[in-house]
């Protein structure tokens, strides 16, 4: 299984492959719970990066598979193994894998280890890997009922995508007021995220959608970045990591080297003709806001404007 390559595609024959090792892994029982810990224990990893938003072997990592396989196998000793793992892996993606397979007792100690995690990365002792399932992490405990908006707020500089992303999935938006400092700030790293991430949510959310519009009338948005805005107001979702969400196919992947950030863009079939319609309103006030002044920002505006109507047209047949 380590031996597979993932710098070139990896065939039908090659996922099935090594999907079936695994299986026979799990299958063996506690005998393979040495072997795994033993090659966990080394801190090893082959990472699977997602192709077009999808994974073949439907993990992210090597480690993420095996731990995987240890909480299907269970017992004393894999128990033991996971519980090793928390407590001393450097890899975030590991930390993810145990958020999904440990028992809810073992979560406010991965969310203090996504927290350590974070720390160290944010001083440059990680050694510039991905910190995204981290941030997974911090957005899955919100829903949980942990407030984690402080977390998210003191590394909007350093992840900033990272950051605007988690902060818009957080309950009864929670994220805003954070959100709304990005995309007031000035033009740059924060704000070009904050300000997508709150076009997001204005349709739905009063205050995201006034602060968007005096931003506009103040022309404190450029047109570039309203370009960049317009397929949020047409219902577009960022998404951390690039693998995409079961029946999406509308799909856009991402990648800013800073921070070593990966993410997509998706959009929502699911929205309701009323939603849409809702979209429609904010895609007009926004039109009236801009100043006359800049082309593209307005036109992909009209764009987007043109798709959901076509959509409610659809949607009333």
Request: overall charge negative.
């Amino acid at each position: 299984m380590a031996t597979l390559d993932p710098a070139t595609p990896v065939t039908d024959a090659q996922a099935q492959a090594w999907k079936q090792a695994l299986q026979d892994l799990v299958r063996a029982g506690p005998a393979s719970t040495p072997i795994i810990k033993e090659f966990l224990a080394k801190n090893q990893d082959v990472a699977y990066p997602s192709s077009g938003g999808h994974n073949p072997l439907g993990y992210p990592t090597l480690r993420a598979g095996l731990i995987d396989a240890l909480s299907q196998i269970g017992g004393p000793e894999a128990n033991d193994a996971l519980t090793q793992i928390l407590q001393t892996t450097p890899y975030p993606t590991d930390l993810a894998a145990l958020s999904k397979v440990m028992d809810p007792q073992y979560q406010e100690s991965i969310l203090g280890a996504a927290r350590q995690q974070l720390s160290v990365a944010a001083q440059g002792q990680l050694g510039g890997v991905d910190v995204g399932p981290l941030f997974q992490i911090l957005a899955s405990q919100a829903a949980a009922g942990v407030d984690v908006t402080a977390d998210l707020t003191q590394y909007a500089t350093k992840w900033p995508y990272y950051s605007a992303i988690a902060l818009a999935q957080l309950p009864d938006g929670s994220g805003l007021n954070g959100l709304i400092q990005m995309a007031q700030g000035a033009a740059g790293s924060t704000q070009n995220p904050g300000a997508e991430a709150l076009s997001e949510l204005a349709a739905d959310n009063p205050q995201a959608r006034s602060t968007l519009l005096e931003l506009a009338k103040n022309n404190q948005l450029p047109d570039w970045l309203v370009q960049r805005m317009a397929p949020f107001m047409g219902g577009g979702q960022y998404q951390i990591g690039q693998e995409a969400p079961p029946g999406i196919s509308s799909f856009q992947s991402f990648h800013v080297a800073d921070g070593n950030q990966d993410f997509a863009l998706h959009a929502d079939p699911s929205l309701s003709a009323e939603q849409i319609n809702q979209r429609i309103s904010l895609i007009d006030q926004m039109l009236q806001a801009l100043p006359a002044t800049g082309d593209a920002g307005r036109q992909a505006l009209q764009q987007q404007r043109n798709v959901l109507a076509g959509r409610v047209a659809h949607l009333a047949k």
